[in-house]
């Protein structure tokens, strides 16, 4: 491993979901790292649980180019703007204009929305964002080529991939075939030669967006989902690269057919080398959804919590490990900050502490790395505190905005408190307790809470 520092780099594990095992990350290149990870379809602000992806994987790409260096990390993560989802918001909001032009304005509109949310939770941008409809030429020659090897058909005109013909189908999810046609929610129709193959091509239907169909067809159409990706991880980062991320979810059948189509199209054992994904989150212990009215944006959670409180609350959980996110996580994480950027030195170290590294490079181990980083905020630690919050991605400034916005206003001059405080004072040293308690609460009522101890008024702080 090379890095720009001379602290000694700790050997990176990834947990790989293909093998089922945490492995020595070893990459293809050294010099040239590459990663891509699934990112948003772009028809309305992004949820809660769109956030931990791009948040991990954030996460990783610091480390990475940590360990390799800036310029030897390749990090690639697409926009799907091709949707049915899409299309219906653009006909909805826009219908005097052409459809492209309103899938357009839905789809960069959307997309601004997603970036100004991510800038807010301190997330890097990727090294490249590729957008769907800008790579329909790569989907059509993947297909070609899927089509000439025998690993795809034409049928009604629509191409599908032929799963029969690719005899270690399902390596990555590890799952029966009964439970994968489960998963893919199968679509029947006559024109399948087997009820698991999938669409990589399909005719567009009247007022839907379309493009010059590939394999002979000569009505125009539309790619299927999972072939998006395979040709933008292709034209960025090459027929195989390191790592491949994504949410759980995604594992079967979207992760799996992208395998299949890749590898199937180049002839490869090899599409990507390492696959992550992280769990599941659920809102106060339940499923999120809209239909239990838990459904929470990053937008509507900014409006009520700083980027960095967000963002450290993701990260409290292992990200292979399902996350419960709740209001009581978000009260724990906002104070653990105010903690550490307290205990911070003003001169920060230019990397994170030694132990901290040591955290993550095990399989980005975030709690382990948090408990190290609480042991730095002694005087000794400071500055290494200081620079293991920066390389976190963690800036005071939003914080600080926050706390000063909820900070309680005084109704009552200070010098007039510290008056009555001694009053307080007289009236205990006269064992005049109602007098005392009358104070105590005149003062509370006013916003102002009086700190006790067995020696009497010791400081007082405006009530929140």
């Known amino acids: 491993m090379s890095g720009t520092n001379a602290q000694a780099l700790p050997e990176l594990k990834l947990y790989n979901t293909l093998t089922r095992t945490k492995e020595v990350f070893t990459p293809l290149d050294p010099a040239h790292v590459r990663m891509y990870v699934c990112g948003p379809t772009v028809y309305d602000f992004a949820h809660i649980g769109n956030a931990r992806p791009v948040i991990v994987f954030d996460l990783l790409y610091r480390l990475l180019r940590h360990l390799y260096g800036a310029d030897h990390v390749k990090y690639v993560r697409n926009i799907t703007d ?110 399948k030669k087997d009820a698991m193959d999938f669409v990589l091509w399909k005719p567009s239907k009247p007022g839907e967006p379309g493009w010059p169909s590939p394999a002979g067809i000569t009505v125009p159409g539309r790619p299927g989902w999972h072939i998006e990706c395979s040709a933008m991880s292709w034209k ?20 799996e057919n992208e395998v299949a189509q890749s590898r199937c ?54 990200y292979r490990q399902p996350i419960d996110w709740t209001v009581k996580g978000l009260e724990e994480s906002a104070k653990t900050l105010e903690q550490w950027f307290d205990a911070a030195a003003p001169d920060a170290y230019p990397r994170p502490a030694p132990a901290v590294l040591e955290a ?28 293991t919050l920066a390389f976190f991605g963690f800036e005071p400034g ?20 510290e008056a009555r405080i001694s009053e307080r004072i007289e009236a205990r040293r006269n064992r005049d307790w109602a007098a005392s308690d009358r104070i105590r609460d005149e003062l509370l009522a006013l916003g102002v809470a009086l700190k006790d101890n067995k020696d009497g008024t010791t400081s007082w702080e405006p009530k929140r």
């Open 82 to 191: 091709v949707d049915d989802k899409i299309n219906a918001r653009a006909a909805a909001e826009h219908p005097g204009l052409d459809l492209n032009e309103a899938i357009a304005k839905v789809t960069f509109t959307t997309e601004a929305q997603f970036h100004d949310d991510l800038e807010a939770l301190g997330v890097l941008h990727p090294d490249v964002e590729p957008r769907a409809t800008e790579h329909i030429a790569e989907m059509r020659q993947l297909i070609e080529k899927l089509v000439a090897s025998g690993h795809a058909y034409v049928a009604e005109d629509h191409v599908l991939f032929s799963v029969p013909s690719m005899p270690d189908y399902g390596k990555l999810s590890n799952r029966p075939l009964d439970d994968m046609l489960a998963g893919a929610r199968v679509d029947v129709a006559p024109y």
């Open 236 to 255: 960025h980062l090459g027929e195989t690269f390191d790592i491949h991320g994504g949410g759980i979810d995604l594992v079967f059948p979207h992760h």
């Open 265 to 318: 199209a180049f002839h490869s054992g090899l599409m990507a080398k390492v696959w992550m994904h992280n769990g599941f989150l659920q809102v106060e212990g339940e499923k999120m959804s809209k239909s239990l009215g838990n459904f929470i944006t990053i937008r509507q959670l900014l409006a009520d919590w700083p980027g960095p409180v967000l963002r450290l609350n993701m990260l409290k959980t292992h």
């Open 360 to 387: 993550l490079a095990d399989d980005l181990n975030t709690p382990k790395a948090i408990a190290e980083m609480h042991a730095l905020r002694d005087h000794a630690g400071k500055k290494a505190l200081a620079g």
């Open 398 to 417: 939003p914080l600080e905005a926050w706390a000063a916005a909820r900070a309680p206003v005084l109704t009552i001059a200070a010098e007039e408190v």
